[in-house]
């Protein structure tokens, strides 16, 4: 099970809007609705964002929204604000199992 | 608050065996799936394996399967990553995570779940 792919690194300015993608297979991304998005801080632990492919947790902004077509689910990040800088991974069941991403380091400029 | 609190840091030496913790605070444990998922040093999150604490199923990562056991004890709450012969590189952070995560019809989507509740980790650290 190989991991998702996401782009190393997105930047934006404050009050734009950034989407980071994640490419997995028709084994994964494409085959099930169970992709979810974590972000995590330095020395922190990763906190879900967006679950279900489009679904926002209790107090999560919704300035972070998903959407998925085909084997790419999207992460988009609108309004930028400086506390958006972070790592974010993406993440697909996958039948027998669960994969990541490769992760994506926001940056705020 | 539920929480999963998890054992503290680790030092160990090539070859030595290990076992690590996971503890749901809450009254739920058998109801949830949990995974492991590790982060070396400055790298990215990988998936180690699952098990449904009901049963003690497993699944494994083929990166990880046959290095590492996972396992519950009911009794006490916990969830267990272990392994019987540490690798320099084996160091690295490990979280455990509840799969939450219900299906329009109401049903525990189990494994499928995404990753909902999370530890805040356990650094392993392995060198001679």
């Known amino acids: 099970q190989s991991a998702l792919t996401q782009p190393a690194s997105v930047s934006g300015s404050v009050g734009q809007s950034i989407t980071i993608s994640c490419t997995g297979t028709s084994n994964d991304v494409g085959a099930y609705n169970y992709v979810s998005w974590y972000q995590q801080y330095p020395g922190q632990a990763p906190k879900v964002i967006i679950f279900?492919?489009?679904n926002r947790p209790s107090g999560v902004s919704s300035r972070f929204s998903g959407s998925k077509s085909g084997n790419t689910a999207s992460l988009i990040i609108s309004g930028l604000q400086a506390e958006d800088e972070a790592d974010y991974y993406c993440s697909s069941y996958a039948n027998s199992a669960n994969v990541f991403g490769s992760g994506t380091r926001v940056t705020v400029l | 608050e539920v929480q999963l609190v998890q054992s503290g840091a680790e030092v160990k030496k090539p070859g030595e065996s290990l076992r690590i913790s996971c503890k749901d605070s809450?009254?739920?444990?058998?109801?949830?799936?949990i995974s492991w998922v590790r982060q070396m040093p400055g790298k990215g999150l990988e998936w180690v394996g699952r098990?449904?604490?009901?049963?003690?199923?497993?699944n494994y990562s083929p990166s990880f399967n046959g290095h590492v056991t996972i396992s519950v004890d009911t009794s006490m709450s916990t969830a267990y990553l272990q392994w019987s012969s540490l690798k320099a590189s084996d160091t690295a952070i490990y979280y455990c995570?509840?799969?939450?995560?219900?299906?329009?019809?109401?049903?525990?989507?189990?494994?499928?779940?995404?990753?909902?509740?999370w530890g805040r980790g356990t650094r392993v650290t392995v060198s001679s």
């Open positions: 995570a509840r799969h939450d995560g219900f299906h329009s019809t109401g049903y525990y989507l189990g494994e499928a779940g995404y990753f909902g509740l």
């Open positions: 809450g009254n739920t444990f058998t109801s949830y799936w």
């Open positions: 098990i449904d604490p009901s049963d003690s199923y497993t």
């Open positions: 279900d492919v489009s």
